[in-house]
């Protein structure tokens, strides 16, 4: 189907098209567990300047797929890089997490609020997708990515990270116009950037929706998943005749599952909360599902790793839809080899069920 | 029903017999946001000593309900009493929460655990208990509580809190068997002290199990569920003839609220993600429910809490078995006129309903 992509199975799953296996990634495969990564890293000077170079983010990216056959690039950035890119002035405290400089305080900062002109503020994310894919040169198929306009907008209200969100629950209870105004200004710059990053050549995107989780069932609704609908509406489908599939991951998200199979999505990423089999049974008509074993499992021995790999394909059952996955981003403690035996567990257990 | 009990609205929604309107309470109602509270604290010289004083306990047990006109009281102490009571040692890093000066590292640590004595080691908190009840006089009734055995056990591996339960995952994952010995130690533990804190006077017993919702659904129900399922087959139903409720509240545990209410509670505790008119249709012919308004709500304004208050009355409908509650701890930075703004709203809002 993919006639420039070698291995196109997790294509292929994504779409719920027969496959010979179960292909699988990992979320966050790029990053510090690797010491290649953390060299390459230390040679960048900041993680900033590790994203904004293009030739160090495709040196990153493809050292996971260097050491373990993973089906799936994904472009090596950051969430926040659109917050930055409207002016908030993004920086790294060191081991402190992102932090902004100029948070979103007044409703005059709010109201100013605009969609950058993405191809002189996000050159630099499009050029590592080009070159990304020019170097994997059809290898396994690349994803691009965003976050969703709720978490982004947590950073850009919160200034940084968050244990409770006081201050962008705060604005969303009670001045709901001017959240929604975040939200909208921000989803419709996330659609100019993905379909920026689909013509620069990514071949799924996935939205990130890293704290929806947070909200309330009605809050998630309004808050959060409406901005990701109207994104999915706005994204380009297709490109030269080939599907660009989409999955939205909310962490915390399985109690609204149908909901998030019904926004347009092909997949639904999950957290290692939901057992799978019962989200199949919930969505899998409609969707393809891409999860969930729990991180801290790589904590763990092979044989353990293998263990509950069985347990998640087990769970998940005969056919196609699956995309598997860890329920959140590769820990940096976890030793490579660990991962390296959950790569070799899902090839080799998963035929079966194909 | 109750006899000592003047307002006995709280017992009755639990047990799903008919109400007036819908009672309600506040986890962590006696907190920081009270300056009343932080007056006492700041005598007791430490949150710790506050605990071990039955006198300043029940000082402290009483100040909400001086304020407010709540349905119920809990108890003033720790989840962590119980670990400290086994030995681990519990003391609080001003501004860094809870810690223990023995957490428990080796295989020989573990085997070493057994359940203490509950009268020479926790007799503080039964004490309380008997004084919070005399000083209640029948006004409302008394909440015991306690952690969950998983929820313990996070603390007692970890030292402390976490972000991502590496230490007692990996226990969990690699020795399983070790795990659930901490586990079924810790659930005997908590029998005997909640049946000892029945005894001295608690008319409802509420479990916390905070960290639950960390699990992966095998995990959870293998070693969360099961052991709340041991403690309340094992705790007191009844006392001179009235029944003793149960609460379970897994925070995160909206996934699981089927087996959550097949566990052999009489009423399931939800955090503000799950909508309570779902979870009302999923298990409301079996248990009751206590929740469940995301407490940043009340950084808002009187009529913002009173229009999301209508919500979760009008999303659970007609009729007893609801205790309206938070869906978590109400935060330290809570503007007290904001509390007594909710109260009013629940017992103003609810009636229409009953």
Redesign the interface.
């Known amino acids: 189907m993919n006639f420039k992509v070698k291995n196109d199975t997790f294509l292929r799953a994504l779409l719920r098209q027969p496959t010979e296996y179960t292909p699988l990634w990992m979320m966050r495969q790029a990053g510090r567990y690797l010491p290649e990564y953390c060299a390459t890293r230390k040679r960048a000077g900041s993680f900033l300047n590790l994203c904004k170079s293009p030739d160090m983010a495709t040196e990153v990216t493809l050292q996971p797929l260097d050491r373990f056959p993973l089906d799936a690039a994904i472009l090596f950035s950051d969430i926040l890089t659109i917050p930055d890119a409207m002016g908030l002035g993004l920086y790294f405290a060191e081991g402190e997490g992102p932090k902004f400089e100029r948070p979103l305080r007044t409703e005059a900062e709010i109201k100013a609020l605009a969609v950058p002109d993405i191809a002189s503020t996000l050159g630099y994310v499009t050029d590592a997708v080009s070159q990304i894919r020019k170097s994997l040169d059809g290898r396994v198929p690349l994803i691009g990515f965003t976050g969703s306009p709720w978490t982004l907008a947590c950073y850009m209200v919160e200034g940084g990270s968050s244990d ?3 201050k962008v ?2 604005l969303m ?2 001045e709901p116009a001017l959240m929604h105004h975040i939200l909208s200004v921000t989803a419709d710059t996330v659609i100019q950037y993905l379909n920026a990053q689909i013509e620069a050549g990514a071949q799924a995107v996935m939205i990130f929706d890293s704290w929806g ?1 947070a ?6 609704h309004e808050f959060s998943l409406a901005y990701m609908q109207r994104i999915l509406a706005g994204v380009t489908k297709e490109k030269d005749g080939v599907r660009i599939p989409s999955i939205v991951f909310t962490k ?1 998200g ?2 609204w599952i149908e909901s998030i199979a019904n926004s347009g999505c092909d997949a639904v990423g999950l957290d ?4 799978i089999g ?1 989200a199949r049974q919930k969505v899998g008509h409609k969707v393809a599902l891409q999860g969930n074993l ?1 991180p ?2 790589l ?3 092979p044989e ?1 790793i293998h263990n ?1 790999v069985e ?1 998640i394909l087990a769970s998940y059952g005969f056919g196609s839809g699956h995309v598997f996955n860890l ?1 959140h981003g590769i ?1 940096q ?1 976890t030793n490579p080899d660990n991962a390296g035996a959950l790569v070799a567990a899902v090839h080799e257990l998963s035929r079966k069920y194909h």
């Not at 909200?215 to 998630?220: I, R």
């Open positions: 409770d969100y006081a629950k705060t209870y009670k989780g909200l309330s069932h009605a809050a998630y915390g399985g109690l290692w909360t939901m057992d019962i729990d801290t499992v904590f763990s021995t353990v509950e347990k329920g820990s403690f």
